[in-house]
C-alpha cells in the first residue's frame, strides 16, 4: 500500500511537535512536510532538540506543506484555522483540526463564547467532532474532523455511559479539572512562569471557560437534556496530564456493581478507554505519554453521587494521539496504528 503523504501546519508549537513524535512512529504514513509562521528555514530538531538525528526537517510555508499532503493536522491557536480549513478542504485534501473553531455545532455560541466571527457556516456544517469512542462512523465518512478540546476529552468519556443510560440528573452538574502546563501552550505567560507556577496550584476561569459550551453541547448530543454543569479548571505544576473529578447526582437507587459493569461493558471495544476496578481511582503517571484514559468510578452512598474520575495526557489523548486516533479512523488504518504507548512506570 502506498502511504498516506501527511502535512502539520503549525508543528513548532506543542501539540504539531507531539504530533512529529506519534507520526514518525506511524507505519502508514509519511510526513509530507511541516509549517510555522515564524520559524520557517529553520530545522525542526533545532526547536525540539530531542529530535536531533531522527526529524530534522525544514519549517516551510502553510501552502507548500498542504499541496504536498493527503492528509493535513492543522495545530493553529484559536480563531486561524477556519481559513486554512477552507483551503485545505477546496484542494480535496482531509484535515484535522487541534482547535476549537469547528467543534460546537452551535455556532451563534461559538460565536459568543470565543467572540469570533464565522466566515463559513456552510463548512462548519462538515465538520464531526472527533471523539471516536462517541462519533467512530461519521468519524470515518468526513473529510474534516474538529479535534476535541483536552478538558472535555477527559470529562465526556467520564460521563458518556451515565449521559446516554440516563443513570444521572444532568442539570447540575459539578466538575472540577486540573491540567499540566502543556496544556496552555508554548507561549509564555506570567502564570506559566516557573516561579509562578513551580509549588503553586490555583483554580481559574471558574464558570467561565471556553470548554463549558463544548461539554454542555456535547452531553446533550449524548442524551442528556437540560444540561448545566459547573466546570472549574484548575493549574498543576506538572508539564502533562488532565485529571477530572465529576460529581453527578443518581437518579435512583445506587447500585454500584450494576453501574460499574455498565461502564466496563460500554468501553470494552475501545482500545483507548481502561475501566479501573470499582473504587480504585486513577493517577495521572499512569497515563502520561500514552493515548490512554483511565476511569474510576464510586457511588458516594451517604449522598446518593456517581463519582467520577478520568485521567488523559492533555497531549496525546487530549490533542496529538487522539488527533492520529481519528486519522487511523478516516483513512482506514487500525484505530491504534502509532499509538501503541504505555505510560512509563516511574
Ligand atoms: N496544548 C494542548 O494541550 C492542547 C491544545 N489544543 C489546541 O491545539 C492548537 C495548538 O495548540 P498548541 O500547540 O498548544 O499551541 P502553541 O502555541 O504551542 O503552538 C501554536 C503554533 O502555531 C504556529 N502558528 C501560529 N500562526 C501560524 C500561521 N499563520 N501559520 C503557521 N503556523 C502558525 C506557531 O508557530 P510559529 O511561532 O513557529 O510561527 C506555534 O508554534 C490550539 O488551537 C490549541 O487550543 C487542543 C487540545 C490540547
Ligand atoms: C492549562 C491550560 O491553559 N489549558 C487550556 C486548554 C487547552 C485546550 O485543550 O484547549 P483548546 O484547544 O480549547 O484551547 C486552557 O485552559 O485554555
Redesign the pocket.
Known amino acids: 500500500m502506498s502511504m498516506v503523504q501527511v502535512g502539520v501546519?503549525?508543528?513548532?508549537?506543542?501539540?504539531?511537535?507531539?504530533l512529529i513524535g506519534i507520526l514518525m512512529k506511524h507505519e502508514g504514513v509519511d510526513i509530507s512536510g511541516i509549517?510555522?509562521?515564524?520559524?520557517q528555514g529553520a530545522a525542526f530538531s533545532t526547536?525540539y532538540p530531542s529530535f536531533k538525528g531522527q526529524y530534522d526537517a525544514q519549517?516551510e510555508s502553510?501552502q507548500e506543506v498542504i499541496s504536498k499532503s493527503d492528509v493535513v493536522f492543522?495545530?493553529?491557536?484559536?480563531g486561524?484555522?477556519e481559513n486554512?480549513v477552507k483551503q485545505c478542504i477546496d484542494e480535496g485534501k482531509k484535515v484535522i483540526?487541534?482547535?476549537?473553531?469547528f467543534r460546537l455545532n452551535d455556532l451563534k455560541v461559538y460565536e459568543d463564547w470565543y467572540e469570533t466571527a464565522i466566515s463559513y457556516p456552510e463548512l462548519h456544517g462538515q465538520a464531526v467532532y472527533g471523539l471516536p469512542e462517541m462519533n467512530k462512523e461519521a468519524i470515518s465518512q468526513t473529510s474534516l474532523v474538529a479535534?476535541?478540546?483536552?478538558y472535555p476529552?477527559s470529562i465526556l468519556l467520564g460521563l458518556y455511559p451515565a449521559v446516554s443510560e440516563q443513570l444521572i440528573n444532568t442539570d447540575r452538574l459539578i466538575i472540577d479539572a486540573k491540567?499540566g502546563v502543556?496544556?496552555?501552550?508554548?507561549?509564555l505567560s506570567a502564570v506559566t512562569h516557573f516561579a509562578n507556577k513551580n509549588e503553586a496550584f490555583k483554580a481559574y476561569k471558574a464558570g467561565t471557560h471556553r470548554h463549558t459550551p463544548e461539554i454542555e453541547e456535547k452531553l446533550g448530543q449524548m442524551g442528556a437534556d437540560n444540561v448545566k454543569v459547573s466546570f472549574v479548571p484548575h493549574l498543576l505544576p506538572v508539564n502533562?496530564g488532565i485529571l477530572s473529578t465529576i460529581y453527578a447526582d443518581l437518579k435512583s437507587g445506587s447500585d454500584s456493581e450494576h453501574i460499574h459493569n455498565l461502564y466496563k461493558k460500554w468501553y470494552a471495544n475501545d482500545p483507548f478507554v481502561t475501566v479501573l476496578d470499582y473504587g480504585t481511582l486513577p493517577d495521572i503517571s499512569h497515563v502520561t505519554h500514552s493515548n490512554q484514559c483511565h476511569i474510576g468510578l464510586t457511588v458516594d452512598e451517604r449522598t446518593q453521587r456517581l463519582i467520577i474520575v478520568s485521567v488523559i495526557d492533555?497531549?496525546q489523548k487530549?490533542?496529538a494521539g487522539q488527533a492520529v486516533q481519528n486519522m487511523n479512523i478516516m483513512m482506514g488504518f487500525n484505530e491504534t496504528e502509532g499509538l501503541a504507548m504505555v505510560a512509563p512506570s516511574f
Request: proline share 4%; glycine share 16%; hydrophobic share 25%.
Open positions: 501546519i503549525g508543528a513548532s508549537g506543542y501539540v504539531g511537535s507531539e509549517s510555522s509562521e515564524n520559524n526547536l519549517f502553510n492543522i495545530c493553529l491557536p484559536h486561524k484555522s486554512m483540526d487541534a482547535g476549537a473553531d479535534n476535541p478540546g483536552c476529552t491540567s502543556t496544556g496552555a501552550g508554548k507561549s502533562r492533555n497531549m487530549g490533542a
